[in-house]
C-alpha cells in the first residue's frame, strides 16, 4: 500500500533552539513561554510546525541532548504547564510540534544510569554497555576516548558523544520499551512528531567495529516507530544517509521513517569541521539536484535545509555574508527551498544571521568545540586554533536571536544572556532586517506564500534546465495544471538565455527584465510559464 505522505508535503518546519529563542522571565535564557510569545512571527513567516530541541530534564552537558527525565521539562525552559500552553496555543494557530527525540544516550544523571553505574547486578545494568577493559580504541565526538571508567563496578562504560551521554544498549529490549513508552506519552500529550537524534547509532556492531548502522537498526526503528498509534506521526531521522540507507529506512515498502536529513551538501565549503575548503554554489546545486532525482525516483520525502543548530550559517560559508549578504541568503533560500520537499528553517537564517568572531575561548559553550580546543592546545598555534573554533563551532548559530538593534536586542530584559550575542548583531537584527530597503525576512515570508499557494511548488516534479551551465541553478516545477521557473544566478553576473518566459512571481533584486538576460551577482527570480 503506497505511503501516505499528502499533509507532510504542506510542512514547513521552524527549527528552535530553546535556550537561544525569547526569554520570558529575564533569566537570560529562552524558554517555552518565550516561543510561546513568538507563535505568531513564526506563523507569519510561513511555518506551520515546529521542532523544538531538546527541553527534557537534563543537566546541559550538552544543552539538552543529555536527558535525565524524558517525561519532565527541564525548569530553566519552564514547566510541563508551559509545555501544555504552547502546545495548545500551537494548534490553536495551527501550527505542529515535533518533539527531539535523543534515544541513542541518556545523561548520565538520568536514573537508569544511576542505578546501572551502581553495582553489575542492579537491574538497570545492562541498560547501558559496559567492559572491564575499553573494546575498542573508538573516540568520543566530543574528544578522547569513548570509555570512561566507572570505580563503582571496577569496568567502562561507552558514550559516543559526552561523557555525560552514556549510550544506551538496545539490544536490550526493556531498553526499546522504555523508549516506546516514551513516545507514548508525548504522542497522548498531543505532539504531532518527532526528529531522532542520530538514530543510526542505536545499533552498533563491536565486531565489525561499526558505531552506527549496525545489523539491528532497521529492525529496531521498525519496532518502535512502525506502530500503528505512530501513524499520523511524523517522524524524520538524523542517520546515515547513502542512498542505500535512505531506501532501507523510509522506502516506500519499509515501516520505519517517514524522512530523514540529508546533510551531504552542507559540507561543501569545509574539509571536516573547523578549516575552511574553497566552494562554488555549484557543487551545493549538484549535489541537491541529484538527491531530488533520487528521491523522484523512489518517492520518497527529501528534507529540504541549510542550517541548523550543528552547524555554522551555510550562507557565511558558501554564499557571501558582507557586501551581498541579502542577495546570497535569498538566494541559497530560493535555491533550496523551491526544490521538492519539506523545508525546515533553523530560527536566525531568515533574517541572514552570519558567523562570528570572538578572540576569546569565554565567548564559547558549545561541548563538541570546546573539546576539539583542549585537545589542540599546544599543537598548533593559538591563533590559528581561535580562528578554526571560531570557522567551525556550533556556537555560531547558538548566539541569542536578535530581535532588535538594542544592547540586549530583544531577547532578554537580562544585563547578559546566556551566551554572548553573534558579534554583529548591532547590524544583523531583525529590526534592521526588516527597516532595510530589501529585506531577508520579507523576501522568506513571500517565498513561503508562494510555495503555500502553488500547489506545484509542494508538489510538482522537478527537472533542471541547462544542467552543464555553470554559475547558475535553473529548474521547473511542473505538473499538469501548472509551470513554474525557478532562475537562480550564482556567484557572478551573466546573461541566462534560452528560457520560456512567463509572469514574475518573486525576484530578489526587483528585476525588471525577463526570465532572458542579464543576472547580477545572487540574482534570482521566479517565473510562472503556464497555469
Ligand atoms: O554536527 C555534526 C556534523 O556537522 C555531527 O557530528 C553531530 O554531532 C551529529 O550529527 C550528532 O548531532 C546530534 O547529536 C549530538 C548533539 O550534540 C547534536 O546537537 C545533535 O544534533 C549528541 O546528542
Ligand atoms: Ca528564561
Known sequence: MKKEFSDCYDLVVYQIYPRSFKDSNGDGIGDLLGVLSKLDYIKELGANAIWLCPVFKSPQCDNGYDVSDYRDIDPMYGTMEDFERLLAAAHEKGIKIIMDFVANHTSSEHEWFRQARSSKTNPYHDYYYWADTPLNDWRAEFGGSAWEFNAATNEYYLHSFAVGQPDVNWTNPKVRDEFKEIIDFWVEKGVDGFRCDVLDHVSKDFEKDLRRNGPHLHEYINEVFGRENLKNIYTVGEAETTEESILATCGQDRNELKSVFQFSHLAVGRIGRYTPAPHRLDDVKNILTSWQDFTAKHDLLYVLLTDNHDRPWFNSRVGNDRELRYESATNIATTVFLLKGIPFIYEGQEIGAANSVFSDLSAF???????????????????????????????????????????????????????????????????????????????????????????????????????????????LRENENEKILVVCNFENEQTVEGLPEGKMLLSNLDRLGGANGKYAPYECAVYEIWK
Open 365 to 475: 559553550n558549545d561541548v563538541e568545540c570546546l573539546g576539539y580546543y583542549f585537545e589542540q592546545k599546544g599543537k598548533i598555534l593559538e591563533d590559528k586554533l581561535l580562528e578554526e573554533i571560531n570557522f567551525g563551532s556550533r556556537d555560531n548559530t547558538r548566539r541569542p536571536f536578535a530581535w532588535d538593534g538594542s544592547a540586549t536586542h530583544g531577547f532578554t530584559t537580562a544585563s547578559a544572556p546566556w551566551l554572548p550575542y553573534a558579534s554583529r548583531s548591532d547590524e544583523i537584527n531583525l529590526e534592521a532586517d526588516l527597516k532595510g530597503k530589501h529585506s531577508v525576512w520579507r523576501y522568506y515570508r513571500d517565498l513561503f506564500a508562494l510555495r503555500r499557494d502553488r500547489e506545484v511548488l509542494r508538489r510538482g516534479e522537478f527537472r533542471q534546465l541547462f544542467p552543464e551551465r555553470e554559475n547558475c541553478f535553473i529548474y
